[in-house]
């Protein structure tokens, strides 16, 4: 599976931002899509997540009611809608791939990533 990231940029605090990831490769029947993000010197956390099937997304608290995750499913793609952005959230975020269908928060859990995007919020 190849996860392939990009959306990335700069924006101005209170401004949006659309993340887009397209997988490709093999598919599973079920699986989660998740979103992490990583500031430098900091651990990597969870964004939000969605699970394929049903389209159940579970946010972090931090980013609830102001990200919001989609699905494309003829093009295989997730997006993360980032509405309000805070110069806090500026990271680089990753797309990720579980083969579960839990929706979890760990990133231990994710089997594929992407590469990172670089998203910069200017205060």
């Given at each position: 599976v190849q996860l392939q990231a990009s959306g990335?940029?700069?924006v101005q605090a209170g401004g949006s931002l659309t993340l887009s990831c397209a997988a490709?490769?093999?598919?599973f029947s079920s699986y989660v899509m998740?979103?992490?993000?990583?500031?430098p010197g900091k651990e990597r956390e969870?964004?939000?997540?969605?699970?394929?099937?049903d389209g159940y997304s579970y946010y972090a608290e931090s980013v609830k009611g102001r990200f919001t995750i989609s699905r494309d499913n003829a093009k295989n793609t997730v997006y993360l809608q980032m509405n309000s952005l805070k110069p806090e959230d500026t990271a680089?975020?990753?797309?990720?791939l579980d083969r579960s269908a839990?929706?979890?928060s760990s990133r231990y859990r994710y089997d594929y990533w992407g590469q990172g995007t670089q998203v910069t919020v200017s205060s």
């Open positions: 990335g940029g700069l490709s490769g093999r598919t998740g979103w992490f993000r990583q500031a969870f964004v939000g997540a969605m699970r394929w099937s680089v975020y990753y797309c990720a839990v929706v979890s």
